[in-house]
Structure formats: structure tokens, C-alpha cells
């Protein structure tokens, strides 16, 4: 990905790594060189029911997957699409449910 914008969004797909470098280029074309290592890695975390992104399931995960269902908040809340539990893309009763079971130890 190549931009001139002082920052970007990236959405990467469920269960990948993806590393960034970043190549600074001034006013009149000089640029730096290309580094042979990654400024920075993440990982989009694909794990069912963690609506938070926190790598575990937990409360957190139920209070938030309610405030979504209920569009308490008028801004998005930061839900992580990768905890979709059906593959329906949108995070609902099943995700409730899923996660329920998960911390009565069902799953």
C-alpha cells in the first residue's frame, strides 16, 4: 500500500499477521531506504466469542457484544468482527449465547 496521508486504516482479514514498514519521502523526491525489517507486526485476532480483542473470552466480552446489539453508543463501538461465532458477519444473539455458554464452562 503506497499513500502520501500522514496515516491509513488497514483491515486485515481474521486469523492474519501483517507487518508495516514505512519509506519517508520529502518535498523534492528524496527517499529513504527500503528497511529489511518491519517497523511494526500485528495480528487480527480470530478467536469465537472475544468481541473485545483481548485474546480470552470473558465478561468484557458479553458487555460489550450487549452495547453493540443495543447501539448504545451513537459512534461505532470497537467490536471484533472476528469473534462472529456463525459466520453471519455481525456479532448478535449467537455470539451472546456462545459466549455464555463459554464462561458457564460449556465450551
Avoid at 514505512?22 to 523526491?29: L, P
Avoid at 483481548?54 to 453508543?73: C, F, H, P, R, W
Wanted: aromatic fraction near 4%.
Amino acid at each position: 500500500m503506497t499513500t502520501s496521508e500522514p496515516s491509513v486504516v488497514f483491515t486485515g482479514e481474521c486469523g492474519h499477521r501483517y507487518s508495516f514498514y514505512s519509506v519517508a519521502v520529502d518535498s523534492v523526491g528524496n527517499a529513504e531506504a527500503h528497511p529489511t525489517v518491519a517497523d511494526v507486526t500485528t495480528e487480527v485476532l480470530a478467536i469465537k466469542g472475544d468481541t473485545d480483542g483481548s485474546g480470552d473470552v470473558e465478561l468484557t466480552d458479553m458487555i460489550l457484544t450487549l452495547q453493540s446489539m443495543n447501539k448504545a453508543a451513537q459512534a461505532d463501538l470497537d467490536v471484533n468482527i472476528c469473534a462472529d461465532v456463525n459466520g453471519d458477519g455481525k456479532i448478535g444473539v449467537e455470539e451472546v449465547i456462545y459466549i455464555l455458554q463459554k464462561l458457564g464452562g460449556m465450551r
